[in-house]
């Protein structure tokens, strides 16, 4: 194609774009006769990451873009490759393949990268769930193999691969990929919606996860807040910070809004296991180090189990390694010589400070009793 034909396709979608990005499309034309590409590939970025572009992204990648694609940035290649996959349909899977072919070169592999993890996302989008996980697994060979990449390839990468993880009810899995994912991005640059979505998301994850007991950094996150915007997932929250300090009030409360999530209405027995397990770490928590042997009928009374289940209930917080000591059976009783740390809210911290008075004065007791015991070896 000679410059002449590029000089008539611009002039053809300057009378299609709007007036707000017409500034950028009489841009191009200088910018490609003096094959300043860096520049003329941040103007692409800027008017294919605006939303009334939509319609002629596709257009300006397969005539305008193809053909100096090979002297811009792969990776900026790419991402300008997939605004403009958005108008495909069925086509979408082999443009993006063909994509990935093109940057497939030795000094490109982070957009090889890039490109392939679109492709693992089209195949979750069609439902092919091996064929995603094959593509994942190779991203993942290569970014392994880099000592730094830029951060949306990983962003790409923690995003797909929680997507793909969801898609199996693996929420272990999903809950660590969507949180890395969340490192990598800006969460201001979501959506509400898709804040709100990432938010119940990672939510539900915990919860039905029958490894994730501590919930620490999904408490600590903002992202978290997006529940709060809405009085209807209020309740969800609520639930997290519930178990999180092994409120059993607060659970059996908030239990009625869970029967109407069915995910949590099918787990509802083993929510309620992990509320007991919470109610234990909790109470061993509370008490100071020197006083963790805890009868089972204490045990009984503040985590509300049967007595019956108190021994295994024991053993299955030392087993996630939520706890650490022994049982004595003969005398019904556990001796916890350490708890799992976990993040603390305002009535935990208060609890803390009070033990940390209560130590302070401790330990003023006993220098005020060696002083008094000890004068005359003191004066000596």
Same mark, same amino acid.
């Given at each position: 194609?000679?410059?002449?034909?590029?000089?008539?396709?611009?002039?053809?979608?300057?009378?299609?774009?709007?007036?707000?990005?017409?500034?950028?499309?009489?841009?191009?034309?200088?910018?490609?006769?003096?094959?300043?590409?860096?520049?003329?590939?941040?103007?692409?970025?800027?008017?294919?990451?605006?939303?009334?572009?939509?319609?002629?992204?596709?257009?300006?990648?397969?005539?305008?873009?193809?053909?100096?694609?090979?002297?811009?940035?792969?990776?900026?290649?790419?991402?300008?490759?997939?605004?403009?996959?958005?108008?495909?349909?069925?086509?979408?899977?082999?443009?993006?393949?063909?994509?990935?072919?093109?940057?497939?070169?030795?000094?490109?592999?982070?957009?090889?990268?890039?490109?392939?993890?679109?492709?693992?996302?089209?195949?979750?989008?069609?439902?092919?769930?091996?064929?995603?996980?094959?593509?994942?697994?190779?991203?993942?060979?290569?970014?392994?193999?880099?000592?730094?990449?830029?951060?949306?390839?990983?962003?790409?990468?923690?995003?797909?691969?929680? #997507?793909?993880?969801? *898609?199996?009810?693996?929420?272990? +899995?999903? %809950?660590?990929?969507?949180? @890395?994912? /969340?490192?990598? &991005?800006?969460?201001?640059?979501?959506?509400?919606?898709?804040?709100?979505?990432?938010?119940? #998301?990672?939510?539900? *994850?915990?919860?039905?996860?029958? +490894?994730? %007991?501590?919930?620490?950094? @999904?408490? /600590?996150?903002? &992202?978290?807040?997006?529940?709060?915007?809405?009085?209807?997932?209020?309740?969800?929250?609520?639930?997290?910070?519930?178990?999180?300090?092994?409120?059993?009030?607060? %659970?059996?409360?908030?239990?009625?809004?869970?029967?109407?999530?069915?995910?949590?209405?099918?787990?509802?027995?083993?929510?309620?296991?992990?509320?007991?397990?919470?109610?234990?770490?909790?109470?061993?928590?509370?008490?100071?180090?020197?006083?963790?042997?805890?009868?089972?009928?204490?045990?009984?009374?503040?985590?509300?189990?049967?007595?019956?289940?108190?021994?295994?209930?024991?053993?299955?917080?030392?087993?996630?390694?939520?706890?650490?000591?022994?049982?004595?059976?003969?005398?019904?009783?556990?001796?916890?010589?350490?708890?799992?740390?976990?993040?603390?809210?305002?009535?935990?911290?208060?609890?803390?400070?009070?033990?940390?008075?209560?130590?302070?004065?401790?330990?003023?007791?006993?220098?005020?009793?060696?002083?008094?015991?000890?004068?005359?070896?003191?004066?000596?």
């Amino acid at each position: 194609m000679n410059v002449d034909t590029i000089q008539d396709f611009l002039a053809e979608q300057r009378e299609k774009t709007p007036d707000d990005l017409l500034p950028l499309v009489l841009e191009f034309e200088s910018l490609w006769e003096r094959k300043l590409w860096h520049q003329l590939t941040n103007q692409l970025l800027e008017f294919f990451n605006h939303p009334a572009s939509a319609p002629q992204r596709l257009d300006f990648y397969k005539v305008f873009i193809s053909k100096f694609a090979d002297k811009i940035n792969q990776l900026k290649l790419v991402d300008l490759a997939l605004k403009a996959a958005t108008q495909y349909n069925q086509e979408r899977l082999s443009f993006m393949e063909e994509v990935a072919k093109k940057v497939d070169h030795e000094d490109s592999q982070d957009a090889l990268v890039f490109a392939t993890i679109a492709v693992a996302r089209v195949k979750l989008d069609l439902a092919d769930l091996d064929g995603a996980r094959q593509d994942l697994d190779r991203a993942e060979r290569i970014l392994d193999s880099f000592d730094s990449v830029e951060t949306i390839v990983h962003a790409a990468f923690y995003d797909a691969n929680a #997507d793909y993880y969801q *898609a199996k009810a693996d929420f272990a +899995s999903y %809950y660590r990929n969507a949180l @890395l994912y /969340l490192a990598c &991005i800006d969460i201001k640059q979501l959506s509400p919606q898709e804040r709100r979505k990432r938010a119940y #998301d990672l939510a539900i *994850a915990a919860l039905v996860s029958t +490894s994730i %007991y501590n919930f620490g950094e @999904l408490l /600590l996150h903002p &992202i978290l807040d997006a529940l709060s915007e809405r009085e209807e997932d209020q309740w969800l929250r609520e639930l997290l910070f519930a178990f999180n300090r092994g409120d059993l009030t607060a %659970y059996d409360i908030l239990s009625t809004r869970m029967n109407s999530v069915p995910i949590l209405q099918a787990h509802a027995r083993q929510l309620r296991e992990k509320i007991y397990l919470s109610a234990l770490t909790e109470a061993v928590f509370r008490r100071p180090p020197h006083d963790r042997a805890m009868t089972f009928a204490t045990i009984a009374a503040e985590t509300k189990v049967r007595p019956d289940e108190i021994e295994h209930l024991i053993m299955k917080a030392l087993s996630l390694g939520l706890l650490r000591g022994t049982i004595d059976q003969v005398d019904e009783v556990a001796h916890i010589n350490w708890v799992q740390p976990k993040v603390l809210d305002m009535k935990q911290i208060a609890n803390m400070r009070d033990r940390l008075k209560e130590w302070d004065e401790s330990v003023n007791q006993l220098g005020n009793w060696i002083e008094r015991v000890g004068q005359d070896l003191w004066a000596a």
